[in-house]
Every structure is written in C-alpha cells, then in structure tokens.
C-alpha cells in the first residue's frame, strides 16, 4: 500500500520532510520496523517508545491497522527541560 509519511525533528533531518512510501505492513508497529530497516541510524527511535505516530490528527498505538492513502505524522522525541 502506498502511505505519506511525514517526519519531524530530528528524524525529518535524516528521512526528509515528506516520504511517499510503499509498504507491506499490515499495522503501525510493522511499519516501524521497516522504516528501522529503511533508516538505520533512526531504528533505535523509531523502535522505541518515544517517537509517536499519528493518524488524523491523533496519537495511534503500534496495533493500528494501515490502509492505502493514509498519511502518517512521526513525531521526534523532545528534548530539553
């Protein structure tokens, strides 16, 4: 299936901005581990709990089904205090 991804912060720095994307995952946890596969210097955050995926406008878990057409949002960790 064919996704948008859109990537902030530091991932945006090493993945670009804006990523059309064609995948096999069926669900938001198989799509981080291929775009770990993808982007090695980004699969210890993408892997982990820090960077979150959003799905129109809200926060989606790894069990979040995917389908054609959608965009993703793939926000950075935060950092600072």
């Known amino acids: ?13 090493v993945a670009g901005r804006e ?3 064609d ?4 669900n938001v946890g198989g799509l981080r ?3 770990a596969g993808r982007f090695p210097g980004l699969a210890e955050d993408l892997l ?3 960077v979150r995926i959003c799905i129109a ?3 989606v878990s790894d069990d979040e089904a995917l389908h054609d057409g959608q965009r ?3 926000l950075s960790p935060l950092s600072g205090g």
């Open 19 to 21: 990523l059309p994307f």
């Open 57 to 59: 406008d809200s926060l």
């Open 48 to 50: 982990g709990s820090r």
């Open 33 to 35: 581990r291929e775009l």
């Open 1 to 13: 299936m064919r996704l948008t991804l859109v990537f902030f912060g530091r991932l945006a720095d």
């Open 72 to 74: 993703l949002d793939i």
């Open 23 to 26: 995948s096999a995952a069926r």
